[in-house]
């Protein structure tokens, strides 16, 4: 080996340990996806620590079949379909959302002024928040909260 190609060596040896060490790859970041069943909320704006990040898609499935992607006509279901309910369904859904995993407050926000905030810590990861409007519960991880519109809660 010549002088120069020893000293090449001897400059990256150094930076090959220290990347295997302490590695180049970012942490993962938290994904948060929303789910909301029935009416209330299903269409709501969401804030993250006090900005807004999104809206809900608002999906509607009515007892004939027909199937409205916020409040448009898109389809109508063949007869007999499994996803076809006894009455009529509404539920809102943001999914895909990347932020820093850590302590965050989550506000659904309603047009007509109604609010839910959570506050929750996300961890790296798919998180996911379900909440049953009708019900007034929330599933967080392998818990359920009461969660009245209008009031702010503690997802552990």
Known sequence: MTRKRILIFLGILP??????ITGCKKPEPARLLVNVA?????DALLLLNGKQVGKLTKTLIKT???LFIDDV????LP??????????????ALDSLE?????HTVLLQTEDGRSLQMNATLKPGLNIIDYDSDEQ???WNDNRIK??????????
């Open 15 to 20: 930076l090959a340990i220290l990347l295997s």
């Open 38 to 42: 029935g009416e209330s909320f299903s």
């Open 64 to 66: 004939d079949g027909r």
């Open 73 to 76: 006509y898109s389809v109508t």
């Open 79 to 92: 007869p007999g379909h499994r996803d076809i309910p006894e009455q009529d369904r509404c539920f809102g």
């Open 99 to 103: 932020i820093k995993p850590g302590a």
């Open 137 to 139: 519960i929330i599933k």
């Open 147 to 156: 969660a009245a519109p209008d009031s702010t809660v503690v997802l552990p």
